[in-house]
Structure formats: structure tokens, C-alpha cells
């Protein structure tokens, strides 16, 4: 389906027309002492009481940069609660029985951006409004250059952004390639000097040849792997690993939960665990493949929708952000971000976060219980969990360094939304705590409507955050 062409709108932050009120459009420490802060949050509380005398009811204060984790049931929460620094620890053992709630249809309305709102960042951040008037901007990846390489996938295009010196404003927009079939993944090879711009499109992976600081594709695209499974989750992303001598791309599911499959071990079961049949063959899977396309291999399987996948900088572990199942009721079955190793069966679908049975496929894989690796990272349920990143940069506080974030689209499937936000993955010597803290919230206007989808994350040059979100088509800058 053909798409009319899209100006992009650049803007330098400060004059962005709806960001004129200082309290919507930063975020900002004051770098008050313990007691400065008690000072000001006896003084909110009693600007508050007066305001609720009169009728006036006070904007919340928000929450801290760091919190204890809720967990248990408390873990579970929704958008009601979200703000920039709760944290969340979600155990195996926490989950629900399937059907415990029942399942939801609960889809979110889009709406416009309202005219004072900003997305919420912890304190001593800022966020601000890089670029809007694109096209679904979904996946984006930072060129060694400091170009930001966006997929605006419904369009069947990628763009290329340039930023400033200190990175706050655009000052140079190109299609560099178009035509394509729904691309999303987007890899730079080799990862220091790069020679070729790979892109993972929803049936194909492909690539053009690359010279720093390109704005155009010079030449038609080379077909690298020539086909991938079509259909279902569309999705495909796309990492380098082991020094660029491999390359991960993932494939989601053709279907929610495997229905009408009986369970039969696939013809790639004797090489890879787990492996699904029929018309999930070669789905739900990280396949892995040499960087011109030969040596097809599954590296791991049962991971229904790896959207986001990501190199860990200084481990080299992937990463995989996902989608699970639905259908199961408001609390299952929890997405996830986690390391993803090679041989290794992640659930799908047959079991979920390790031995728990589906229920739609109870007694037909029993030989796989106990051989299901348990997910790092469990996300609230429905949250649909896209892209991923890790950062590398030195703008942020030392404690930053290291950890993920994931951007989280929102819930369909939930009586009371999850998601549209963007969460920080905790680390510690460069494996996941497992907890996890809501990092940019903001994007919900009410239990029906929202203005804001994230989909993409990348570290700008400058050590910045940036944050695409496909349901208004805007991109969000955060900075320390």
C-alpha cells in the first residue's frame, strides 16, 4: 500500500510550540540536599491541602530517581501508577494461574499529543522534542558517524538524521533508501568502520554498500538471506556478534500460541531444542547466519516475538526484547528482556518462564519441561516490549552505564493498560538484576486514550537518549 510522501518538521527543541511551558517541556533537578528536598515536599503538601480547599486538585509529585522494588502482586500495577523511578521485580513464582482474570480486549485510542504534554523523565533529566511529522518511526540505530538511521517501516523506507554538534536539533533529513518490504532491523558491518548498512526487512535481509557519512544509498540493495518466514508477527531485527563473524536476525511467531499444533517435534529438533513444525517452522526463533548470508543455523528457539535484539557493549551477550502470548488473563504471561544464549528454549509454546505448561498445549511436550531457560527480565504482561539498547555513552550518571533500555509500545490484551513507556533494565557486573524501573511514562491521557507509541531506542554520540514513538510519529530526546 503506497504512502503520501512526509515532511519532516525540524524543529530546535526550545521552539517546539507545545513545549513552551518550562514545567511540560523539562524535567530538571533542582540538586537540592536531603533536607532541601523535605523542605520542598513539606511545601508541596501544603501548597496541595490548600488547593484541594479550594477545589484545585494538584498534579502529583513524582517519583524519585531510585525506589525500593514493588514485587508480588504489587509488581503487576498499571499505567495509573507508572512514573520515572518506580521499580519492579517480578519473580517466576509471582505469577498468576492462567484465567485468573479474564482475558481483555481493551485497545487504546490515539489521539493527538495534547497541546501541555511531555513525557515524564526522572529527576536531573530532560527531555525534549527532537523531531515529529514522521512516518510510523519505529527502529533506530546511531551510525559511528553520530547519523541516526530511523525505519519508518509502514512506509517501506529508511531515514537518516543529522544532528548538531551537541546533538539538540536536526539539521539534516534524507531518505536514504526506499522500496523496501517493512523494514525494521537496521545493522552497521563492520561495527567500527562500516561498509555496508544492513537491513532487515519483514521477508528478507538485505544491504548497501556504505561510505561514512552517506545520506543516500548509492546503489540497489544486495540480497543477503534471500528469505525469511512471511506473515504474522512482522517484525525482523538484526545484531552482529562474535566480532561480526555472525549475525543473529529474529523471527516472531506466525500466531498468538501455536493454535491447532500438535505439539510434534520439527524436523530441526535434532539440532535445535524446542524447535517448532508445520507452520511455525523456523519462527519464534534467533536465527543465525555469516554476515554474507551462508551457514543458516537456529540459535535459539521459543521466544514468540523477539522484536528488539541487542549487543550487550562490554559482555558481547545478546539480548533479545519480548513479546509473549496472550490470552491468559491481565497478569500472563510476562514479557521479557533477557540475554539469549545459543541452544538454549525459552517456552514457547509449549511452556512460559520456565516450567509453567500452557494450558492450550497441556501433555503434548513433556520431554521439554524442565529444559526451558528462565527469561532475565520479566515485564508486565501485555506491555509489548520493542526496542532495545544499552548504554555506552558518559552524559548519564556513572550507575547508568551498562544498563538497558527498552522500549515498551502498550497493552490490547489488559483491563488496565501497561506499557507506553520506555523502562531501565538493571545490571550489575553485566548481568540483569532482574529488576527493572519505569524510566519515561507520560504517554497515556486516560484509560481509553493515548498520544504516544515508543517503539525505538539509541544512544546519540553525545551520550543523549533518543525514543521514537509510531502513534503521532515524534522522536524524544532525553539528556542529563
Same mark, same amino acid.
Given at each position: 500500500?503506497?504512502?503520501?510522501?512526509?515532511?519532516?518538521?525540524?524543529?530546535?527543541?526550545?521552539?517546539?510550540?507545545?513545549?513552551?511551558?518550562?514545567?511540560?517541556?523539562?524535567?530538571?533537578?533542582?540538586?537540592?540536599?536531603?533536607?532541601?528536598?523535605?523542605?520542598?515536599?513539606?511545601?508541596?503538601?501544603?501548597?496541595?491541602?490548600?488547593?484541594?480547599?479550594?477545589?484545585?486538585?494538584?498534579?502529583?509529585?513524582?517519583?524519585?530517581?531510585?525506589?525500593?522494588?514493588?514485587?508480588?502482586?504489587?509488581?503487576?500495577?498499571?499505567?495509573?501508577?507508572?512514573?520515572?523511578?518506580?521499580?519492579?521485580?517480578?519473580?517466576?513464582?509471582?505469577?498468576?494461574?492462567?484465567?485468573?482474570?479474564?482475558?481483555?480486549?481493551?485497545?487504546?485510542?490515539?489521539?493527538?499529543?495534547?497541546?501541555?504534554?511531555?513525557?515524564?523523565?526522572?529527576?536531573?533529566?530532560?527531555?525534549?522534542?527532537?523531531?515529529?511529522?514522521?512516518?510510523?518511526?519505529?527502529?533506530?540505530?546511531?551510525?559511528?558517524?553520530?547519523?541516526?538511521?530511523?525505519?519508518?517501516?509502514?512506509?517501506?523506507?529508511?531515514?537518516?538524521?543529522?544532528?548538531?554538534?551537541?546533538?539538540?536539533?536536526?539539521?539534516?533529513?534524507?531518505?536514504?533508501?526506499?522500496?523496501?518490504?517493512?523494514?525494521?532491523?537496521?545493522?552497521?558491518?563492520?561495527?567500527?568502520?562500516?561498509?555496508?548498512?544492513?537491513?532487515?526487512?519483514?521477508?528478507?535481509?538485505?544491504?548497501? @554498500?556504505? %561510505?561514512? *557519512? $552517506?545520506?543516500?544509498?548509492? /546503489?540497489?540493495?544486495?540480497? +543477503?538471506?534471500?528469505?525469511?518466514?512471511? !506473515?504474522?508477527?512482522?517484525?525482523?531485527?538484526?545484531?552482529?556478534?562474535?566480532?561480526?563473524?555472525?549475525?543473529?536476525?529474529?523471527?516472531?511467531?506466525?500466531?498468538?500460541?501455536?493454535?491447532?499444533?500438535?505439539?510434534?517435534?520439527?524436523?530441526?529438533?535434532?539440532?535445535?531444542?524446542?524447535?517448532?513444525?508445520?507452520?511455525?517452522?523456523?519462527?519464534?526463533?534467533?536465527?543465525?547466519?555469516?554476515?554474507?548470508?551462508?551457514?543458516?543455523?537456529?540459535?535459539?528457539?521459543?521466544?514468540?516475538?523477539?522484536?528488539?535484539?541487542?549487543?550487550?557493549?562490554?559482555?558481547?551477550?545478546?539480548?533479545?526484547?519480548?513479546?509473549? @502470548?496472550? %490470552?491468559? *488473563? $491481565?497478569?500472563?504471561?510476562? /514479557?521479557?528482556?533477557?540475554? +539469549?544464549?545459543?541452544?538454549?528454549?525459552? !517456552?514457547?509454546?509449549?511452556?512460559?518462564?520456565?516450567?509453567?505448561?500452557?494450558?492450550?498445549?497441556?501433555?503434548?511436550?513433556?520431554?521439554?519441561?524442565?529444559?526451558?531457560?528462565?527469561?532475565?527480565?520479566?515485564?508486565?504482561?501485555?506491555?509489548?516490549?520493542?526496542?532495545?539498547?544499552?548504554?555506552?555513552?558518559?552524559?548519564?550518571?556513572?550507575?547508568?552505564?551498562?544498563?538497558?533500555?527498552?522500549?515498551?509500545?502498550?497493552?490490547?490484551?489488559?483491563?488496565?493498560?501497561?506499557?507506553?513507556?520506555?523502562?531501565?533494565?538493571?545490571?550489575?557486573?553485566?548481568?540483569?538484576?532482574?529488576?527493572?524501573?519505569?524510566?519515561?511514562?507520560?504517554?497515556?491521557?486516560?484509560?481509553?486514550?493515548?498520544?504516544?507509541?515508543?517503539?525505538?531506542?539509541?544512544?546519540?554520540?553525545? !551520550?543523549?537518549?533518543?525514543?521514537?514513538?509510531?502513534?503521532?510519529?515524534?522522536?524524544?530526546?532525553?539528556?542529563?
Amino acid at each position: 500500500m503506497s504512502h503520501p510522501a512526509v515532511t519532516l518538521k525540524l524543529r530546535p527543541p526550545q521552539k517546539v510550540p507545545n513545549m513552551k511551558q518550562p514545567a511540560a517541556k523539562t524535567i530538571e533537578s533542582s540538586g537540592a540536599r536531603p533536607f532541601g528536598l523535605v523542605r520542598q515536599a513539606i511545601q508541596a503538601l501544603l501548597v496541595a491541602a490548600l488547593l484541594a480547599g479550594a477545589g484545585v486538585v494538584a498534579a502529583p509529585i513524582r517519583a524519585s530517581a531510585q525506589s525500593e522494588p514493588l514485587t508480588g502482586t504489587a509488581a503487576f500495577g498499571d499505567w495509573r501508577t507508572d512514573k520515572p523511578g518506580l521499580a519492579r521485580l517480578i519473580r517466576p513464582s509471582d505469577l498468576p494461574k492462567p484465567g485468573a482474570t479474564a482475558s481483555s480486549a481493551n485497545v487504546s485510542h490515539m489521539v493527538p499529543r495534547p497541546a501541555s504534554a511531555a513525557p515524564q523523565v526522572p529527576d536531573g533529566f530532560k527531555v525534549e522534542l527532537l523531531a515529529e511529522g514522521l512516518s510510523g518511526p519505529r527502529e533506530m540505530r546511531t551510525a559511528p558517524n553520530g547519523d541516526i538511521f530511523v525505519a519508518e517501516t509502514r512506509s517501506g523506507r529508511i531515514r537518516v538524521l543529522r544532528l548538531s554538534e551537541d546533538g539538540s536539533k536536526l539539521v539534516k533529513n534524507e531518505i536514504y533508501a526506499s522500496g523496501l518490504n517493512q523494514p525494521f532491523g537496521i545493522a552497521f558491518f563492520p561495527s567500527d568502520k562500516p561498509q555496508w548498512v544492513y537491513v532487515a526487512n519483514t521477508d528478507s535481509v538485505v544491504r548497501f @554498500r556504505y %561510505g561514512d *557519512g $552517506d545520506l543516500k544509498a548509492a /546503489d540497489k540493495p544486495e540480497t +543477503v538471506v534471500a528469505e525469511l518466514p512471511r !506473515g504474522g508477527h512482522s517484525t525482523r531485527d538484526i545484531v552482529f556478534i562474535e566480532g561480526g563473524k555472525r549475525m543473529l536476525v529474529s523471527v516472531g511467531s506466525g500466531s498468538n500460541d501455536a493454535e491447532g499444533s500438535k505439539g510434534n517435534p520439527s524436523d530441526d529438533s535434532k539440532l535445535a531444542l524446542g524447535a517448532s513444525s508445520g507452520y511455525e517452522a523456523r519462527r519464534a526463533d534467533v536465527l543465525s547466519f555469516s554476515p554474507d548470508g551462508t551457514d543458516a543455523k537456529i540459535f535459539a528457539t521459543g521466544i514468540r516475538n523477539c522484536v528488539g535484539l541487542a549487543v550487550h557493549p562490554a559482555t558481547g551477550d545478546a539480548y533479545c526484547s519480548t513479546n509473549e @502470548r496472550d %490470552g491468559f *488473563g $491481565d497478569d500472563l504471561v510476562p /514479557d521479557y528482556v533477557t540475554r +539469549v544464549r545459543e541452544g538454549a528454549f525459552y !517456552g514457547w509454546p509449549w511452556h512460559y518462564i520456565g516450567n509453567h505448561e500452557d494450558p492450550r498445549h497441556a501433555g503434548e511436550r513433556p520431554d521439554l519441561k524442565d529444559k526451558v531457560t528462565v527469561p532475565d527480565v520479566l515485564i508486565q504482561a501485555h506491555s509489548a516490549s520493542l526496542g532495545l539498547t544499552f548504554y555506552d555513552g558518559n552524559a548519564f550518571p556513572a550507575e547508568y552505564r551498562g544498563d538497558g533500555f527498552a522500549a515498551e509500545h502498550g497493552s490490547w490484551n489488559r483491563a488496565k493498560r501497561t506499557g507506553y513507556k520506555v523502562i531501565r533494565i538493571r545490571m550489575k557486573d553485566g548481568v540483569p538484576t532482574g529488576e527493572y524501573q519505569d524510566f519515561m511514562t507520560g504517554f497515556v491521557a486516560g484509560d481509553s486514550d493515548v498520544w504516544g507509541r515508543p517503539v525505538g531506542v539509541t544512544v546519540t554520540r553525545d !551520550g543523549a537518549l533518543l525514543v521514537s514513538e509510531d502513534g503521532n510519529g515524534t522522536i524524544w530526546r532525553i539528556a542529563h
